[in-house]
């Protein structure tokens, strides 16, 4: 498996602090058999949906898109606004509707 694309974005709202994590794609191969291919498939599937951690304090990590900037950390009001845009259902996106990243 390897790392394909931009980064995934992740921030952890109660310690103020963003962190990211890499897309992963199964390496095709036209040398690797079938079963092979499937795992890695699956595994690239289950990465999407899988729940991260703040490296931190260990708590809940909340997927923010690949264009998210971070505010400093002493800017609480910042840091609100945005957990009040992630928890409306909405990330960071370039050229999204459901974002307000610049693009």
């Known amino acids: 498996m390897k790392a394909l694309g931009r980064p995934l974005q992740f921030a952890c709202f109660a310690c103020r ?3 990211k ?3 992963m794609s199964g390496g095709l191969s036209r040398f690797m058999p079938a079963q092979q291919r499937k795992a890695q498939e699956t ?3 289950g990465l999407n949906e899988r729940t991260y951690k703040c490296p931190d ?5 909340h997927f923010m898109g690949t264009d998210f ?7 609480a009001k ?6 009040a845009f ?3 259902g909405k990330v960071y996106f370039r050229g999204s ?5 610049e693009g």
Not at 69 to 75: C, E
Not at 97 to 101: G, L, V
């Open 21 to 23: 994590r890499p897309q």
């Open 57 to 61: 304090c260990g708590g809940a990590a």
């Open 86 to 88: 992630i928890q409306s």
């Open 69 to 75: 900037k971070a505010p400093k950390k002493s800017d």
């Open 43 to 45: 595994e690239a599937t």
């Open 78 to 83: 910042a840091w609100r606004e945005v957990q």
């Open 17 to 19: 602090k963003s962190f």
């Open 97 to 101: 509707q459901n974002s307000t990243a």
